[in-house]
């Protein structure tokens, strides 16, 4: 069934457990996501990224997403992940999207509340949930499109400011995840995350989540992490599994890194304390 992310990320901060939020770029990865939240009888927050405009174009990802959500035995979100651009975040509330991503975490914080307002406005008035982002997650690979200004750690009081001025749903926040593949070890500032959770009544949304480690991202959700944004694994685990597995042709190959993308998944939820 199609839901917004509100009832999910509340029960979730409350319960201490965290809602995993993979982002699909094709009709497999989208198909395989919510096969596995039926598989364990739990939620899934199905996002798709901005920066993903070039291996699908959004009226597409919005007609895949609510089908496969539609047609779902568990609650099923669809979310626009990394929204920076105002045009392409109007047509997600348009064409069906039930939560949005307003990324104005590299601007001054007087212009991401300003951003962050705008987008909640138009949202609201129809019925969408509205994460933003303060602090900046970036990424190791230096080409990547995170990785301009490197991570930049959220700051409490800002948070509060941004929260109360906009009236946004859920907040990210960096406490030292990165996007993509971890070059050295994830250090998670479990401190400031405690200080963020305490501060604010909003459920807290972490990106970055591949390659965090599995206790980190476990204490995370007991922490007050209500939603975690993944990537990396899933098509490092699907190219693992064609090298490994050398299918003789496509649906083969297809099947072999859906597989492995379910598997990631089904790891995750546990991970996450979302299934027990």
């Not at 509205?130 to 301009?148: F, K, Q, R, Y």
Request: proline share 3%; charged share 25%; net charge negative.
């Amino acid at each position: 069934m199609l839901v917004t992310s509100e009832d999910l990320l509340n029960k979730a901060r409350a319960g201490g457990y965290a809602i995993p939020s993979p982002d699909f770029v094709d009709s497999n990865s989208a198909r395989a996501f919510v096969r596995v939240a039926e598989e364990m009888g739990a939620p899934i927050i199905l996002s798709f990224a901005e920066v993903h405009l070039d291996q699908m174009a959004l009226d597409e990802a919005a007609a895949l997403g609510t089908f496969y959500a539609r047609k779902a035995s568990v609650p099923v979100a669809l979310h626009l992940d990394h929204g920076k651009r105002m045009d392409v975040i109007e047509e997600a509330i348009r064409l069906g999207f039930t939560s949005v991503m307003i990324d104005a975490s590299n601007e001054e914080l007087s212009e991401n509340i300003r951003r962050t307002k705008e987008v909640v406005e138009l949202a609201h008035a129809h019925g969408v949930y509205v994460e933003a982002e303060i602090g900046h997650v970036g990424a190791e690979d230096a080409e990547g499109p995170h990785a301009l200004s490197g991570i930049e750690y959220t700051e409490v009081d800002s948070a509060k400011q941004l929260v109360e001025a906009t009236g946004v749903d859920s907040l990210a926040v960096s406490i030292g995840t990165v996007h993509g593949t971890y070059k050295g070890e994830p250090c998670i500032n479990f401190e400031r995350l405690a200080e963020l959770k305490a501060a604010l009544a909003v459920p807290l949304v972490l990106h970055g989540g591949s390659g965090s480690g599995d206790e980190n991202l476990a204490r995370c959700a007991r922490g007050g992490v209500a939603k975690v944004n993944l990537y990396t694994d899933f098509i490092v685990a699907a190219l693992a599994a064609v090298y490994e597995q050398r299918p003789d042709h496509w649906l083969k190959l297809l099947g072999a890194g859906d597989e492995a993308m379910r598997e990631v998944l089904r790891h995750y939820y546990r991970v996450l304390g979302c299934v027990r």
